[in-house]
């Protein structure tokens, strides 16, 4: 290669640089983005219509918790309230407890297959977590009394309690320009009108933040909607009130979140 093409290549390498950094100052094009207070990522491909039109596509990873404190007391409370028919259901499979149990450690192998691959795979994490399910129910059913079936149930939810949903929506929106004619900063603004019975608008809109340490400003997204009719009804049990108009803030700056998880369930909304 000339040392004349190797200048002209590199002469064409800086200019799509420049040219590339330009377009995303003025709009977002192709960005991944963390929530600042929950565990949601958000993936967005973004196309100029034109010079005051903006239509993306995103893809929105949540992480939750299957069982906050709350639903927590209230399962713990049910199976209080509920403790002597599920005493009846207990005794039809009292009997195998303590086989399944001396399965579970391994004393015995099961006359199914398919446990016996499931025994074999699982991990020193969840036998265990087995293993003390198995020594509760075997207690709850020689004992037969409250104490023991709560113990039980404790030892149920404690699972539960350390497991995470992980879910994943996509979605689309358009946005219009809006520009500050004092300092000329842009905002592009989700398009937006009253929809369902709640008359829900969205507020959604991409801003730039401030200038990193490269003197490069990045976009963050910040998810908002309002409910227009308070008194409305979106289903039988929940009101338009009980939705959430919480401004979330989605950052280009990644952050940690803390959650607990020893298990993660894959669910699709």
């Known amino acids: 290669m000339s040392i004349k093409y190797q200048l002209l290549s590199m002469h064409f390498l800086v200019l799509t640089f420049f ?3 330009a377009i995303s100052q003025s709009a977002p094009s192709i960005g991944f983005l963390y929530n600042t207070k929950e565990a949601h990522s958000l993936a967005y491909d973004c196309s100029l219509k034109s010079k005051d039109v903006l239509e993306c596509e995103f893809t929105q990873t949540r992480i939750r918790k299957k069982l ?8 713990l409370e049910n199976a209080r309230v509920a403790f002597p028919e599920l005493l009846k259901e207990m005794d039809n499979d009292c009997p195998a407890s303590e086989y399944d149990l001396e399965i579970i450690e391994g004393k015995r192998q099961s006359d199914n297959e398919e ?6 795979s699982i991990t020193p994490l969840e036998r265990k977590d087995l293993r003390d399910g198995a020594k509760a129910y075997r207690e709850a059913c020689s004992k037969k009394t409250l104490e023991s079936y709560m113990a039980l149930k404790r030892t149920e939810l404690d699972i539960e309690n350390r497991t995470c949903i992980a879910n994943s929506v996509r979605f689309n929106q358009t946005f219009g320009l809006v520009q500050d004619g004092a300092t000329s900063t842009k905002t592009w603004v989700v398009k937006s009108e009253p929809a369902g019975p709640c008359g829900m608008v969205q507020l959604s809109r991409f801003e730039l933040e401030k200038k990193n340490k490269d003197n490069y400003k990045e976009w963050s ?5 309002v409910i227009t009719n308070k008194h409305g009804q979106l289903m039988p049990g929940m009101m338009c009130t ?3 108009e919480t401004e979330y803030i989605y950052s280009p700056k990644s952050r940690k979140h803390a959650l607990g998880c ?4 894959f669910e699709p909304l």
């Open 242 to 244: 009980d939705l959430d």
């Open 221 to 225: 997204y910040v998810a908002k909607k």
């Open 262 to 265: 020893d298990y993660i369930e």
């Open 68 to 75: 906050g404190q709350a639903k927590l007391s209230s399962e």
């Open 115 to 120: 446990m016996r691959t499931y025994i074999f």
């Open 19 to 21: 040219s590339s950094s």
